[in-house]
């Protein structure tokens, strides 16, 4: 009797399966070439290989570490092609669809960043977008207005020259257009990072995507040794999540 799955090779690898008793193919292009942004079936999954498959911290493969280079990395003194890991991950968002995403972060956190985007995943948690800034230029403002989740970059704090803990990649944003950071300064005026996002520094108000102490990305994430920069005194930073050191 022929196995459920059975694994077809084409030109570029393989990228389709039959996955049902009708020896219907499945194209799981978007799962075996990685295709972050896009959104997969649970029948392309199951072809694929089933969930955990979609669940990695691996070496950054060459392809990633091409369209890394002068965005998201710079050559510099501190950290390096091996100190990072590629994550793979499935997400979900309020479509009720399965999407594609992938970070770069410190090896360090790599494991424990895995296990709780599949913690977020089996529990359905909304994440719009999970891309490398790279898409943007690895400009922040951008892709925090694109609500944009991710994790390395190899950049300064905003309004300073001292380096982020991004730039290491062992901080991680989530959902950051509903998540904005925010500084008050002595003039009165207030900062808001992305700057579209100034009505969700009112964390009273009720809207989607909004990160809290009741949260369950708050509570994975704390409980895996990370602090959250809602917690900060002298600026907010809902959407940030960085290591303990």
């Not at 570490?65 to 499935?90: C, F, S």
């Not at 898409?135 to 390395?152: G, P, W």
């Not at 730039?167 to 950051?176: K, L, S």
Request: aromatic share 12%.
């Amino acid at each position: 009797m022929l196995a459920a799955i059975m694994t077809i090779c084409g030109a570029n690898g393989f990228t389709s399966c039959y996955s049902n008793n009708n020896n219907t193919p499945t194209d799981i292009t978007t799962l075996t070439m990685w295709q972050a942004g896009k959104t997969v079936s649970a029948e392309e999954i199951k072809a694929f290989g089933g969930v955990d498959k979609c669940f990695a911290a691996e070496p950054i493969p060459d392809g990633v570490w091409k369209r890394m280079q002068g965005k998201t990395y710079k050559e510099n003194p501190h950290i390096g092609r091996d100190d990072l890991r590629h994550v793979r991950a499935l997400h979900w968002d309020y479509d009720d669809k399965i999407h594609v995403g992938e970070m770069v972060c410190n090896r360090l956190i790599a494991d424990r960043l895995v296990q709780i985007l599949r913690k977020l995943y089996d529990a359905k948690y909304p994440i719009q977008l999970m891309v490398l800034p790279d898409v943007y230029n690895a400009d922040d403002e951008t892709q925090m207005r694109a609500n944009n989740t991710s994790c390395f970059c190899y950049r300064a704090i905003a309004g300073s020259n001292k380096l982020s803990k991004h730039a290491r990649g062992v901080a991680v944003d989530i959902n950051t257009l509903y998540n904005p950071y925010y500084k008050d300064r002595n003039d009165g005026t207030r900062f808001v990072q992305p700057a579209t996002a100034v009505k969700y520094c009112n964390r009273k108000s009720s809207f989607p995507y909004k990160i809290d102490h009741e949260d369950l990305c708050f509570k994975l994430f704390t409980k895996a040794g990370f602090e959250w920069g809602g917690d900060w005194k002298t600026c907010k930073d809902y959407q940030h999540f960085e290591l303990k050191e």
